[in-house]
């Protein structure tokens, strides 16, 4: 015969499909007629946009593309010209978790992009993309609790567990524009060669069921001055979005991430080339986190019948704290040439994971040059950080974003110096293994002969020993041992003689 356990549980987001995909696309441009013939390429750029996400039962399509902008010295003449194209992306995939009730948040990093020189009126772009999916479904995360009443006498151990289940998740779509002033001293703008956005998130405030997010776009363009010349200029734009949930956030912790889904600088042809026209399109997703306490089945015994338990080991964490970390990373990024002056610097972050004790970051560093005969290159540095956390015992960092904030770029000898702020936000989390009881089965024609044992036993107990184990173990119980001596219902275990009566 099966008990009927009760259960109790929190309404909760699972995680039914999670994965890291990585896509590699190439694309081949000729070089229009009104453009001259390629002498060398001296820039590449390019930012993954998501154009859009489909999920449905058994799979989730996501689109995307990179719109790229290829900087390059004619064969004959001075000056700089550009080049534009487009890579879209498309990953699809099939699991039998993903239902059409999924939502499926998204991560887009560039890993790599070159362009390599065919011929002079023709150039070949390879891109390679890291697809971040997570899916997840609305559900409860419950545990078995104490049996109903039934006849079978069954007597239950409880515990209490704290855990941190994604209580929603969501996300808005919104759009910045802006004014971008060149900086005093640089020279007008005629166009925009080369771009690079830095989304970064700042505050994140919980009110009822709103989120107020504050950050910027970090914009890093490279352009085209109206005397034929190349510059480069950053530009922040701040932003502040108040983003809807379906729960309470107050005692939540929620994580955002952004992603652009639309990308566009313009110099206006009317004006004095100071003034840079900006529009993004902008994605918000959102998580939150809430900490609840849940009490589960962890033992159950019966003097009446021999109970065979089911068990199932559950793993469950709860966070404990908002960690911030940083630690500005110094490297050196070599060159072939010599730069004589830094333009410009980009950085873009390729991963971010946890480690045994802290996090560790993957970066993609640009920087754009002028060497000493007056040309431009740009040379690229892959680096690496590990940032150490004060973590405390079973815990580890979860839910980490990770930026770079006025990243620092100076010729050296031999190559360009690098310092690059890193810094990372997670949680600290704690993570325990609990063995939970899922089942309760017995035979009721089978009841147990406890006949010949004795009523009132005296038994002389150590230290280890717990009234729980002494009452299942001498077909008693924890309420008869404490009022047959007297024990104060607060201990655990007594290192005394102790008189045990026989329950049925």
């Not at 530009?235 to 502040?240: A, C, E, G, R, V």
């Not at 754009?368 to 690229?380: I, L, N, P, Q, W």
Request: aromatic share 4%; charged share 25%.
């Amino acid at each position: 015969m099966e008990a009927n356990l009760k259960t109790n549980g929190v309404s909760c987001c699972f995680c039914v499909y999670s994965q890291t995909l990585h896509r590699e696309e190439s694309q081949d441009c000729v070089v229009p007629e009104a453009l001259p013939d390629i002498r060398e390429i001296i820039n590449t750029c390019g930012m993954p946009l998501i154009r859009s996400k489909d999920v449905g039962t058994g799979r989730v399509r996501v689109e995307a593309n990179v719109p790229v902008k290829v900087a390059f010295t004619p064969e004959e003449g001075t000056g700089v010209a550009c080049l534009e194209l487009n890579i879209p992306f498309f990953v699809s995939v099939e699991d039998e978790a993903i239902t059409d009730e999924c939502t499926c948040a998204v991560q887009l990093h560039m890993t790599a992009l070159e362009t390599r020189v065919l011929n002079p009126r023709k150039i070949s772009v390879r891109a390679e993309l890291a697809v971040g999916l997570e899916c997840r479904k609305r559900g409860e995360l419950s545990l078995c609790t104490a049996p109903e009443e039934c006849g079978a006498g069954i007597h239950a151990l409880e515990r209490s567990v704290e855990v941190s289940p994604v209580c929603c998740v969501t996300e808005k779509t919104f759009v910045l524009t802006d004014e971008l002033l060149l900086p005093q001293g640089k020279a007008p703008a005629d166009e925009v060669i080369g771009r690079s956005v830095s989304l970064l998130t700042d505050d994140v405030k919980a009110v009822g069921t709103k989120l107020i997010v504050k950050g910027c776009a970090v914009s890093a363009l490279l352009y085209k001055t109206v005397d034929g010349g190349v510059d480069m200029a950053e530009f922040s734009t701040p932003f502040s979005q108040i983003i809807d949930t379906d729960c309470e956030t107050e005692e939540g912790h929620a994580c955002v991430t952004l992603l652009l889904s639309g990308v566009y600088y313009d110099v206006p042809p009317v004006g004095d080339g100071k003034t840079i026209n900006a529009e993004m399109h902008l994605v918000a997703q959102v998580s939150v986190r809430k900490n609840a306490q849940l009490t589960y089945l962890c033992d159950a015994y019966s003097n009446a019948y021999a109970l065979e338990l089911r068990r199932e080991e559950r793993k469950m964490y709860a966070l404990r704290r908002e960690v911030m970390l940083r630690e500005t990373l110094r490297v050196q990024a070599d060159t072939a040439q010599t730069a004589v002056e830094v333009l410009g610097c980009t950085v873009s972050v390729l991963d971010v994971s946890s480690c045994d004790d802290g996090a560790a970051v993957r970066l993609w560093a640009k920087v754009f040059c002028r060497s000493g005969d007056g040309g431009m290159f740009t040379v690229e540095k892959l680096c690496s950080a590990q940032l150490r956390a004060e973590l405390r015992d079973a815990e580890t960092l979860v839910g980490n974003t990770a930026c770079v904030r006025e990243a620092y770029a100076a010729p050296a000898a031999g190559g360009v110096e690098l310092r690059l702020p890193v810094e990372v936000r997670g949680f600290a989390a704690q993570f325990e293994e609990r063995m939970c009881v899922s089942g309760i089965s017995y035979d009721e024609n089978a009841c147990r002969d406890l006949s010949a044992l004795p009523t009132l036993t005296l038994m002389r107990f150590g230290s280890d020993a717990d009234l729980w184990t002494i009452a299942r173990e001498n077909c008693s119980t924890v309420e008869a041992i404490r009022e047959a001596n007297a024990l104060d219902s607060a201990g655990e275990s007594w290192e005394k003689l102790l008189l045990i009566p026989k329950t049925v």
